[in-house]
């Protein structure tokens, strides 16, 4: 199965998405919200996104303390079966190629939830007019799509692919435009015909 993370308000602060189900059809299914950190070319720690325009793994965590707490969460609430771990991103990086650890989906309000994980929620505010970004109703979104992606882990394998839609990667250095390529051509045929006049003139002067 896969999903994809559409990232279209990349602010100073914060980031701001929809995450969609990919049908085999063709067609996209509308899961929820997202809100993460902000773009950084280089990675700060707990305040930067991982590299977009990328597809990731996913997979599930049994380990560490968020799993735990959340373990305790929903054992309560639904059962020991319903909670199998943490939504797990694989592999990921940041625009510089800086290694991150243990970016999961999982519930908040705003990137201050995020250190680079991906916050779900059921409706969003403009990050343009809330520099942090919000969104609500968020462990009620988990809740809805956790079943649906760690069943997709279980049984088929999940991928996430996140498309960096307003705000292009700018972990490439820009190819040179056509106008820089014509100034060092013409660059050139001025030093080459500078350097005929040189020999003309010191011929002239031997002569």
């Known amino acids: 199965m896969k999903i994809i993370l559409l990232r279209f ?13 990919a049908n085999d059809d ?9 809100i993460e950190d902000e773009y950084r070319l280089k990675k700060v720690k707990g ?39 943490m939504l797990w991103l694989q592999d990921t990086v940041g625009y510089s190629g800086e290694p991150f650890t243990y970016v999961y989906f999982h519930a908040g309000n705003s990137d201050d939830s ?4 991906i916050i779900t929620g059921d409706s969003q ?5 809330k520099k942090d970004g919000w969104v609500s109703n968020s462990r009620q979104s988990f809740e809805r799509i956790y079943p649906v992606l760690r069943d997709a882990v279980l049984e088929e394998g999940l991928e996430l692919e996140i498309i960096d839609w307003d705000y292009p990667a700018q972990d490439e250095k820009p190819m040179p435009s056509n106008k ?5 051509v013409l660059t050139n045929v001025i030093d080459d015909k500078f350097d005929k006049i040189l020999k003309e003139l010191k011929n002239l002067r031997s002569a």
């Open 180 to 184: 820089a390529t014509e100034d060092v």
């Open 47 to 85: 305040e930067t996104r991982i590299k977009g325009n990328t597809t990731y793994k996913v997979l599930l965590r049994e380990e560490g303390s968020m799993t735990a707490r959340y373990r305790a969460r929903y054992e309560a609430k639904y059962g020991k079966d319903w909670f199998k771990g």
């Open 125 to 129: 505010e403009n990050n343009v007019l």
């Open 9 to 21: 308000s990349s602010q100073e602060d914060s980031t701001s998405g929809a995450l969609f189900k």
């Open 114 to 117: 995020s250190l680079g994980c």
């Open 26 to 34: 063709g067609t996209k299914e509308f899961l929820c919200y997202t």
